[in-house]
């Protein structure tokens, strides 16, 4: 295997965009709303995801109540306001519906690929922009997070900008760091609090701990930041809105947010405690192909590592995406409170690694050599070729299991075009691969994943809502057609409040629950999960008006019942 340096993989330096960069940035602009924007509006609010990002800027703007978030008409302190500003402007100018509901995420996701092409056009050069573009747009789990109304999506934009201005200083020879990216840094803390901040100092600290041998390279480095600058920026930023959320609530938002919040999920204090391979299949599944050759990149990987304290400005900036994505990923695991979306920060990072891998392998193959194993070509050849086969594979299960599952209509086209043109670009990708074409080849893969997943995402989305959420609608329907005085058991539902637009009651005890039967016009109808089914005094069994499966509608009118029977 040849030195970076021998394979002649640093761009050239320059400081302005080409003519063919621009197009080459209109057509990537033009694919990533091609996979955020179409499908927004296909399908209603999902329990108990984005249901949440639905209602509580809703309540803001119908209360008029801008500083802390409102769900159920009371504070909700989980979070900062900021991400419900973005859905609150988006409803200001498209209405309240799913498609402006959604839209914040789709926005962030388009930026952050445009940004990651940018970005990457300068440091590591126009092929590797490209595909890590691609490859971005075509990750799984960064799409789906987009088509939902989480602050997920929007915090990974603002921390992946700031990761690129500061990676781009720090990788450079003279450049110091673009302020911009502290005014995303600071956006990013309001987003969601101190865990950007923590997620770019631990992505520092290793990168200097990786390519420093000295005292005098870590200052120079850290001069090239402006840590007081730094200081001062999210200082101006965070701190008037943090202030005025403390005050407003007498020091419940800080209690709340700061303490409970975000120290107790660190702690493991907090829901969604999972096992410490939690993230391994979200990883294979969400990055599905990248993740493969993400770990056939490692050999190539090391191989910077044995020559850390001589690298060019793009090995550098290679190594700066690497820690950003063991950063991420490993902070997020040793973390006891574990969701699918807290990974998503290091979707550039990734598609950057991998990307720039891929240009490497065929500036490699075309000087005859191996780049992951010193094996024969063929044996290499091979390990190439297996995600585009799983992909094909998986493919037809999946067609079969729809037939099975006998799902009919437009629903069933849409899906299948999108295993169709999985299946095609695939197959193109392995004969353009196998005949040396590698430009076509990786192309095609990154086709085969973007123009798939953006079929495939919201057309699952609108196979869950039909086959979940639409049986839970027609629950909701039934309580205002009665006109009934509702409540939920233990778990709140975001859903009903919207529908509804009125306070509903939470009940967490039987006492609270014959109170509320005794209160307020009939009939008293409770929305409660599964989990009613296991409690006698409830007697749920004899009083179901509707369900799911997952929730039931119960009438409660004349509870406590007279004939109650204890366990």
């Known amino acids: 295997m040849l030195p970076d340096r021998q394979l002649n993989l640093s761009p050239k330096s320059t400081n302005y965009l080409e003519k063919k960069d621009w197009i080459v940035l209109a057509v990537i602009t033009l694919g990533a709303f091609i996979c955020f924007l179409p499908g927004l509006n296909a399908y209603g609010m999902l329990d108990p995801t984005d249901s949440f990002f639905f209602e509580v800027p809703r309540e803001m703007i119908e209360c008029r109540h801008y500083v802390t978030a409102l769900y159920n008409y009371v504070d909700w302190l989980d979070k900062p306001a900021f991400p419900f500003w973005l859905t609150i402007i988006s409803y200001k100018l498209f209405g309240i519906n799913d498609f402006a509901a959604r839209l914040p995420a789709a926005i962030s996701g388009i930026i952050l690929v445009v940004a990651t092409y940018i970005f990457t056009l300068k440091k590591i050069g126009r092929r590797a922009g490209i595909l890590s573009a691609l490859i971005l747009s075509g990750s799984p789990l960064f799409l789906i997070v987009g088509h939902v109304a989480l602050s997920d999506e929007a915090l990974s934009m603002l921390f992946g900008m700031s990761m690129l201005f500061i990676g781009s200083a720090l990788s450079s020879h003279t450049q ?49 930041l402006k840590p007081i600058t730094a200081v001062l920026i999210l200082l101006g930023f965070c701190l008037p809105y943090y202030y005025l959320a403390h005050i407003s609530t007498a020091g419940a938002f800080t209690d709340r947010f700061f303490f409970k919040q975000n120290l107790g999920r660190l702690q493991g204090k907090v829901n969604h405690l999972e096992p410490v391979w939690f993230y391994v299949p979200v990883f294979f599944a969400g990055y599905f192909p990248w993740c493969f050759y993400w770990l056939f990149s490692i050999p190539w990987l090391k191989r910077f590592l044995t020559h850390r304290f001589a690298l060019t400005e793009r090995q550098k900036f290679i190594i700066f995406c690497l820690c950003w994505f063991l950063v991420v990923g490993v902070l997020f695991t040793l973390v006891p409170t574990r969701l699918p979306t807290y990974i998503v920060p290091f979707s550039p990072a990734l598609a950057i690694l991998v990307g ?20 024969k070509q063929k044996i290499e050849d091979i390990v190439f070729s297996i995600p585009p086969i799983l992909a094909v594979g998986c493919s037809v299960v999946f067609f079969f299991w729809l037939l099975i599952k006998m799902v009919k209509g437009d629903l069933f086209l849409a899906l299948s075009a999108g295993l169709i043109i999985t299946v095609t670009f695939s197959l193109l990708f392995l004969w353009a691969f196998w005949s040396e074409k590698y430009n076509k080849a990786f192309i095609s893969l990154c086709l085969a994943s973007l123009l798939g997943s953006a079929v495939l995402v919201p057309a699952s989305f609108c196979w869950f809502y039909e086959s979940h959420q639409l049986v839970f609608k027609r629950m909701i329907g039934i309580v205002k057609e009665k006109n009934a005085n509702v409540a939920t058991l233990f778990s709140p539902v975001p859903s009903l409040v919207f529908y509804l637009q009125r306070q509903i009651p939470n009940i967490e005890s039987m006492e609270e629950l014959a109170m509320f039967c005794g209160n307020g016009k009939s009939p008293h109808f409770l929305l409660a999960s599964r989990n009613c089914l296991r409690m006698p005094q409830l007697q749920a069994k004899e009083h179901i008006v509707d369900t799911d499966g997952k929730w039931y509608l119960l009438n409660i009118e004349g509870f406590p019942w007279k004939h109650n029977t204890e366990p």
């Open 176 to 224: 110091k760091i673009n302020l911009l990216g502290y005014l995303f840094l600071s956006l990013a803390v309001l987003c969601k609090g101190p865990i950007a901040l923590i997620l770019v100092l631990g992505t520092v600290f290793l990168y200097l701990l990786v390519v420093s041998n000295s005292l005098n390279m870590v200052k120079e480095s850290l001069s090239k």
């Open 356 to 375: 720039t891998y891929f240009d490497a392998f065929i500036k490699a193959k075309t000087m005859k050599q191996t780049i992951i194993m010193s094996q």
